[in-house]
């Protein structure tokens, strides 16, 4: 059986992670072991430089563990070949970035057919029809045509949503998304996770707004590169940093 037939579409295992440092290293991850449900929200927590970020990057495949395993869709990522994994991830992991990341040259319609054109998924006029479609769902289909330079923040973190989205990805994973956005979009934003969480879609989320943090059911909080907690609270007993 399957680690997407028990349910788990993400099993990180005994994962490290060191980077060299001066003539030494430092090691980030310490040991981190956890599963995420299909489905399921959960949001990543602690103080900054403790590892939350690193440990995204391993989920995603960006990055490799130095020791342990990384499971997601019953593939165990961190054994691809690059050009493997970079046409897996494509297809299958949404990623939303803090700094929206939008390509500048590009209207917001063109950066949400981007990633289904990379992929070769869907016929070019279904991408377009895609695109703008997403983006009427997060609410600024009025927006396509523009430049991101020509909209806000927030209307570029929906923009960014969108394409995340643009290849029906199973996974979705979101590095401080609300992190340059004030508390309304900041809500906006989150209010769409929700959704997204509704319709199926599995999402981890690091954050460090506790407000936000709150609503979320499940809470992992790393602290020094460890899971010091891992608990079904809705966030409620996260105090912040």
Do not use: C
Request: aromatic content about 6%; proline content about 4%.
């Amino acid at each position: 059986m399957t680690e997407i037939e028990n349910g788990h579409l993400v099993r990180v295992i005994d994962v490290f992670k060191s980077f060299p440092l001066g003539g030494g290293e430092i090691t980030v991850l310490k040991g981190i072991s956890f599963e995420v449900k299909t489905g399921e929200f959960v949001s990543i927590v602690g103080p900054s430089g403790n590892g939350k970020s690193t440990l995204l990057n391993m989920i995603t495949g960006i990055d490799r563990p130095t020791g342990g395993e990384v499971i997601v869709n019953s593939l165990l990522i961190n054994k691809m070949s690059e050009n493997k994994l970079a046409a897996w991830r494509g297809q299958h992991v949404g990623i939303i970035f803090q700094f929206f990341q939008m390509l500048p040259a590009l209207s917001l319609l063109q950066n949400v057919m981007l990633p289904m054109d990379f992929a070769k998924k869907y016929r070019p006029r279904e991408r377009r029809e895609r695109a703008m479609e997403l983006l009427e769902t997060v609410g600024i289909g009025d927006q396509a045509n523009k430049l991101p330079s020509m909209v806000s923040g927030g209307e570029q973190q929906r923009a960014a949503i969108a394409r995340s989205l643009a290849n029906d990805p199973d996974l979705i994973v979101a590095d401080e998304p609300t992190g340059n956005l004030d508390t309304r979009n900041a809500n906006d934003v989150f209010d769409l996770f929700i959704g997204l969480v509704k319709k199926g879609k599995t999402l981890i989320m690091v954050t460090h707004d506790k407000e936000l943090a709150r609503r979320v059911p499940r809470v992992v909080e790393i602290i020094d590169g460890r899971i010091t907690r891992d608990e079904f609270v809705g966030g409620a007993n996260w105090t912040g940093y």
